[in-house]
């Protein structure tokens, strides 16, 4: 068993760019949540009063509740099947909602394969190759094919994880070229946005946002806007290599299989779902449970959350189901941050799926004892497992050795050691002349789909206004029936004035739905320690961007608006995530990182198939019918920065709102999706909206509610 690099590995490893978003972002983040206030008198008033945060955890435990709930349905579906007939059928289901997750695919449209260059080596070539997988969308590939035996071979499309360049890491040219001395041919293609496909690349060929996971999940958040998901097109890409594969004489169609690590283990397990033409498959360090994620507080890039899926019931391990009961196992490792007690309740799960297919030797789990990577136990492991699924021996019986790790499988499983390995550097492997596609001619990027897909979408969309808006806007919301008793609440001592407008508040925490509840500061001249006071029809609520509390003391509309009405009575509100329930998870002060709290509860909501901003939106309907209670029938709402979406909202579906003022309110999302470098993060986003309808459409609807706009904010400015 000899591995050897006579070339040092041009890669920085393979799991850098992930592992350095859980902490580099939090760095660039430090700052804090209230680092958007910049004058001077602000910074002064930061080092009196640290911004009230009272419920740093209310959020999470939420949406551990929620997300434990979804896999229960997963666990509990493959527990109850009793028969093969039980079985198949769950199989045939199991595929229908992973595809209504990852909705309908695109037309197949030609290839358009060239061979740019070949490498001879010893015992095996490497064929440099682009294709098309959409018109104008090329993906970089390299192809290692035995040389030194006669095919047809077994093909094996692989997948790379977060490695800056892509198909070029050490490891990923490692399993790639094993494969080949071991008799497979394996195609290995570049993701998005690594390797020689950047979608955001400056004049230097270098990404302007960051290679990996900044440009995923820049692109993907983005791509919700007009109904597409990353998951989906990176996927293609790889069912396209399969399409290709498959188009050349030596290739043996029957036996085609699939792996990949980290983010190439996501999309190994993706495509196992989405695709019925392998015949194996070895996701490495990715297979876990969805609750093991959320428990773990451990953002996923945005491909590697699903639209629905929590909702759909589904988890990793359904993925692997809905290819059963062909060969697959599942590649984890002891000292991964995907927690390997998942990768163990997955293998649980699918070992009765398997058994009562009468193909139990057809599944393993195998992991090794070092952290994150596709390291060389992983790596022999697959060739072991591919080994059996395709009746492939090694040359020799000096090939076959026991490696280091914990295998878990009913089959007899003789492990094959990894043939020698000598790496080669980034330019051997380029399929383009300078390492980009973005230098070809007639190469579209991501972004240009997205905008012409929302152009598209907007040219389709009528204008909606009164019960058809209303109707829209909660369909994309999701808004659950809202109830019609009156929310509980608990009420707080008085916290004094704390350089508010008038000299006194009384915060409440109103109960909005199950284990959420929203604060409310009612503005008193007194002190007040009960409910608030009856009478007054006319109030004002507002809704904070960041912080009622910070908000209260340096916003001028505020101040604005109580010297204009002294005598009506003053509320303001923290939605959930925000203010005093600003999370204190994942990574420390990660709150406005692109990788942070925000974003990792705001991408849960999707899975959960209900947008944060419709939840949101709910906490601030709910804080009506608590005003209501009080008779305030007539309330003038208040939305600033990112306060303004659910205040917006609400305004359109509440007749007791009857004046609205908005300042610093989003265009539209229309400029979202067809701006390339914009700011606003995924928890202001909606799926789908421009399918439907556009933030213009309640601008429009809300003029007859004395809708008044204060310098709103384009795509490119979001206050933080």
Known sequence: ????????????????????????????????????????????????????????????????RQVRMAGQVSKQRIAKLKTKEDA?????????????????????????????????????????????????????????????KSGPFPGVVGTCGHSSNGKAAGSYQSFAQGLAKLGYICLIYDPIGQGERLQYPNEKL???????????????????????????????????????????DDIDKTQVGVTGNSGGGTMTTWLSGVEDRWSMTAPSCFVTTFLRNMENELPADTEQCPPKALALGLDHCDFIAAMAPKPAIILAKEQDFFDVRGSEEAYSRLKHLYKLLGAEDNLALFYGPTPHGYSQENREAMYSWFNRATGMTPDKPGDQAKFDGVLRTAADLAFTAEPEITLEKDETLWCTPKGQVSTLEGTRTIFDFTRDTSQELA????????????????????????????????????????????????????????????????????????????????????????SSDA??????????????????????????????????????????????????????SIMLDRPYVGQKTLDVLRVLDWMKSFGHTEVHIVGNGWGGLPATFAAVLSDQVNQVTLKHALTSYTDLAETEHYEWPLSTLLPNVLSEFDLPDCYAALKSKNLKQIEPWGAEASGH
């Open 459 to 546: 040219a389709k969309r009528k204008s909606l206004s009164g019960d058809a808006l209303q109707v829209a806007v909660r369909d994309v919301l999701k808004l659950p029936k809202q109830p019609k008793n009156t929310p509980d609440f608990q009420i707080y001592r008085a916290i004094g004035s704390r350089g508010y407008p008038k000299k006194s508040a009384t915060a409440y925490a109103v109960n909005t739905e199950p284990g959420i509840q929203a604060i409310v500061y009612r503005l008193l001249d007194e002190r007040l320690s009960s409910r608030p006071p009856q009478g007054g029809k006319r109030a004002t609520l507002y809704v904070s961007h960041l």
């Open 1 to 64: 068993m000899s591995h050897s690099q006579q070339t040092p590995s041009p890669s920085i490893p393979t799991d850098f760019t992930r592992r350095d978003a859980l902490t580099s972002l939090a760095t660039i983040a430090a700052a804090g949540p209230m680092a958007f206030w910049s004058a001077p008198s602000v910074a002064v008033a930061q080092k009196e009063y640290t911004p009230l945060n009272r419920y740093p955890r209310m959020v999470h435990e939420h949406f551990v």
């Open 206 to 248: 270098k990404s302007k946002i960051g290679v990996g996971v900044q440009e995923h999940l820049h692109a993907g958040n983005q791509q919700f806007l007009v109904g597409e998901f990353l998951g989906s097109w990176r996927a293609w890409d790889g069912i396209r290599a399969l399409d290709y594969l498959l188009t050349r």
């Open 88 to 148: 198949e059928r769950h199989v045939k289901e199991t595929q229908e909602r992973i595809r209504e997750s990852f909705g309908s695919e695109p037309e197949r449209t030609p290839l358009n394969p060239r061979i740019t260059s070949t490498v001879e080596r010893d015992g095996y070539r490497i064929e440099n190759i682009i294709f098309e997988s959409r018109p104008g969308f090329p993906v970089t590939a390299n192809i290692y094919v035995p040389t030194n």
């Open 551 to 604: 908000e209260l003391r340096n916003e001028e509309l505020i101040q604005e608006i109580v010297k204009a009405e002294p005598d009506v009575p003053f509320f303001t509100c923290d939605v959930r995530g925000i203010g005093e329930s600003l999370p204190a998870t994942c990574s420390p002060n990660s709150f406005h990182s692109s990788y942070g709290n925000d974003y990792f509860y705001s991408i849960h």
